[in-house]
């Protein structure tokens, strides 16, 4: 499946918001990550992450990891693609 990014952020945050399982995986931006958090849609990492061995999180632009946090919690830590579910 190939869509625009403005068809991909509205068919993903639409899905989301419904809890339509179309999606296993999907890619954010900073721009979705704290509307997201704030709606409940993503999970804080930072548990996870903290516990992994080798973890730095000073590994990351910190601009880019402010942006793609909520409340100093790691709501997303890596991009992965769009993978529908089938």
Known sequence: MTLSENEARAKITASTATGGG???????????????????????LSEYAE??????????IPTLRESLSYEG???????????PHS
């Open 73 to 83: 919690g790691a709501c997303m830590r890596c991009h992965s693609t769009v993978s």
């Open 22 to 44: 179309e999606f296993d995986v999907v890619m954010i931006s900073n721009y979705e990550t704290p509307q997201w958090a704030k709606y409940g849609w993503l999970k804080n």
């Open 51 to 60: 516990a992994t061995e080798g973890y730095d999180q000073d590994d990351f």
